[in-house]
């Protein structure tokens, strides 16, 4: 038992046994304490000039500052431990990289100090140094009052049917570390889109929206890591906007921060991933079916040091400390940069659709945020105007207020658009429809086609919608479709004619167009 620290109550008896004369070898076997080190306490106890009755009449805490440990004495008069305190504080940080083990550790210290401790000292001495530096802080969390949430280390994964790949997937955990109830799903990829959507998820499983949300430095969430002041991405901050919540961040390399979802991961990989390890699924959606039947059974286990479980913590105490949720859950919206064109129109490639913005910001860079519904286009972070979203392949979606003061003034004296031809022409019929369709769609701008539309209105009125369909078959064979064309057709009775024994390239009747006599 030299060299060895020995307990309060151990260190009275001996105490008590040397009052009652008892003989320093007895005190060894009975107490399984060195001779050496009773000699110590006993050197000890005299130079403090007092009694062994009188070290007995004091508290445990005095005891020890009086008499210290063995150990401690012993250590503290040794060259070779102080040398070995003055690294100490290098190793403790050291031991945070990665890859560092305490053989390398020893092995540097050894080539400095050859005459240090051997490994299995050196790491008694480590271990006990560590374990009165590296606490670990007792967190009080409060009902209601936060969400952590991680990314699992480990992946899960599920087979395609189809190719027979195998596809691992990112798992999600979050918790309210109050009641330590959690959340776990596995999602397609760990993009903002996916990450917030479940987020929301989370938030309606739990039922209501705690006071905040903390996360590590995952870039889907913090843009720029501070200590004092992490920037949050622009998604993160319209999220918490939308659930009245508040956005928090751990410092960096500092996973003790959040230690309830550190652990919750790591009880992810004893109640999820373990019992699924030997079952294939194929597909996510069989995958996370599959993960939330083994999430019931985990929140719903007996706790081990304290009453109840996991959701009887959550539906007796925590839910209703909640905030309500949002009636509609969070839509992500996507982000483009665009030039307006000269048409005062921006173009959104994902849908080929148009929307007008006014015509000032013609040339100008703008940027586009759209979800399912809504289009909002902003200059800088000003929003200059917002369009109902618009799925019509080649459509305009156009508003009047947008246009310069000259189209402004001829469409307000036509009192024109697209709309308006196409419902006079269906009622002409479908080839006068679809002739009018290929006119509006010729031009860059639909306002351009409007006369070429009026003069097509005037054809149908003169000859009549019959004659005006069948010029408009005819016309239909040909590459190309114009007024022109419709107007030479019906005045050269064209439309009269059989269209089918027509040639497959057929050249319609143009007035520009010199027949063979020309040339004779």
């Not at 070779?80 to 940080?93: D, G, T, V």
Request: with cysteine.
């Amino acid at each position: 038992m030299c060299n060895k620290t020995i307990s309060m109550t151990i260190l009275k008896l001996v105490i008590q046994q040397l009052s009652q004369g008892v003989s320093i070898k007895s005190i060894e076997r009975t107490c399984n304490v060195c001779r050496n080190t009773i000699r110590t306490y006993v050197r000890k106890i005299k130079s403090l000039g007092l009694t062994y009755e009188q070290i007995l009449s004091l508290s445990d805490s005095e005891i020890y500052s009086l008499m210290q440990y063995r150990e401690d004495v012993n250590l503290e008069e040794n060259k070779r431990y102080k040398n070995l305190m003055n690294y100490m504080p290098y190793f403790q940080s050291e031991l945070k990289r990665l890859g560092v083990t305490r053989m390398l550790l020893w092995q540097e210290y050894h080539e400095r100090e050859p005459d240090g401790y051997g490994y299995s000292q050196f790491c008694e001495h480590l271990t006990k140094y560590l374990d009165r530096n590296d606490l670990t802080m007792v967190m009080q969390h409060h009902y209601g009052d936060c969400m952590e949430v991680d990314f699992a280390g480990k992946r899960l994964s599920y087979l395609d049917f189809n190719t027979g790949e195998v596809i691992e997937v990112p798992v999600l955990v979050c918790v309210l570390p109050a009641s330590g109830y959690v959340y776990i799903e596995a999602l397609p990829n760990a993009k903002q889109e996916q990450v917030y959507a479940a987020l929301s998820r989370a938030l309606r499983y739990f039922g209501g929206v705690p006071k905040n949300i903390l996360s590590d430095n995952m870039k889907q969430y913090v843009e720029k890591p501070s200590r004092y002041e992490p920037k949050f991405n622009a998604v993160a901050q319209e999220w918490t906007l939308h659930y009245k919540t508040n956005l928090t961040s751990t410092r960096v390399a500092k996973p003790k921060d959040k230690p309830t979802v550190e652990n919750s991961v790591y009880q992810a990989y004893t109640h999820i991933y373990a019992p699924l390890r030997n079952k294939t699924f194929y597909s996510l959606a069989e995958l996370n079916t599959n993960i939330r039947e083994q999430l019931d059974i985990f929140v719903n286990h007996p706790f081990q040091r304290r009453s109840g479980s996991r959701y009887q913590q959550f539906i007796e105490i925590e839910k209703a400390t909640l905030q309500a949720l949002p009636f509609e859950d969070f839509t992500y919206k996507h982000k483009v940069e665009v030039k307006v064109q000269k048409n005062y129109h921006i173009f959104l490639g994902e849908d080929v659709h148009y929307y007008s913005v006014p015509c000032k910001y013609v040339g100008s860079k703008v940027t586009v945020v759209y979800d399912t519904k809504t289009v909002c286009i902003y200059v800088g972070l000003k929003q200059i105007t917002v369009h109902k979203r618009d799925y019509r392949k080649n459509g305009y979606s156009t508003y009047v207020e947008h246009m310069p003061e000259k189209h402004l003034r001829y469409k307000e004296q036509l009192g024109w658009d697209a709309d308006y031809f196409l419902s006079i022409m269906q009622k002409v019929g479908k080839n006068a429809t679809e002739v009018t369709t290929k006119i509006l769609a010729s031009h860059n701008f639909p306002e351009q086609s409007y006369k070429a539309c009026c003069g097509l209105i005037s054809l149908s009125k003169r000859y009549g919608n019959e004659r005006f369909e069948n010029a408009s078959k005819r016309a239909l064979i040909g590459p190309r479709v114009t007024y022109g064309i419709i107007e030479n057709i019906l005045k050269n009775n064209l439309d009269k004619q059989n269209t089918t024994n027509l040639p497959a390239k057929f050249i319609p009747f143009h007035s520009n167009i010199r027949g063979n006599q020309t040339y004779q």
